[in-house]
């Protein structure tokens, strides 16, 4: 298997394939925001880059460049949604122990209300 190359299995894949439907916010040629189907936050937005990567620490030692466009478009959508002056938190749940249920990496993009640390 190729990095970045599209998995039949993977739920994030089909949402880019058009597969399966999702709210999208925001796209690039690299990146894809969708909202999130049970959100955590009055914003919650994960943001995905369409090449797969199957978490966080794949994504950063595979394809830096793309790591960083991607928290740059986070950057852009939490302006977008109005949630950069009041604080937003982005996390990366990397590896099923953390929390982590799709392996297509995506950044959790929160925001809206007041968000509590340590995170649980
Ligand atoms: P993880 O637990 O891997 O960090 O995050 C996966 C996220 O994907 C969860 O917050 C979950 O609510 C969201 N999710 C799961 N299935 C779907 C779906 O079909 N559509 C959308 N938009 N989000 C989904
Ligand atoms: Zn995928």
């Known amino acids: 298997m190729a990095a970045g190359e599209p998995q039949a299995d993977c739920l994030f894949c089909k949402i880019l394939a058009g597969d399966v439907p ?9 990146v894809v925001a969708f909202r999130d189907i049970n959100p955590q936050a ?16 794949e ?15 986070a950057a852009v959508i939490a302006t977008a ?10 996390v990366f749940n990397t590896g099923a122990g953390a929390g982590q249920t799709v392996f ?4 959790h993009l929160l925001g809206g209300r007041g968000l509590s640390w340590p995170p649980g």
């Open 42 to 57: 009055p914003t919650h937005i994960l943001v995905i880059p369409r090449a797969h990567y199957a978490n966080a620490g």
């Open 22 to 30: 999702a709210t999208i916010v925001h796209e690039t040629k690299d």
């Open 59 to 73: 994504l950063g030692a595979e394809a830096p460049e793309l790591a960083g466009a991607l928290l740059a478009e």
């Open 81 to 90: 949604e109005d949630i950069a002056d009041s604080g937003y938190r982005i």
């Open 104 to 107: 297509h990496v995506h950044a």
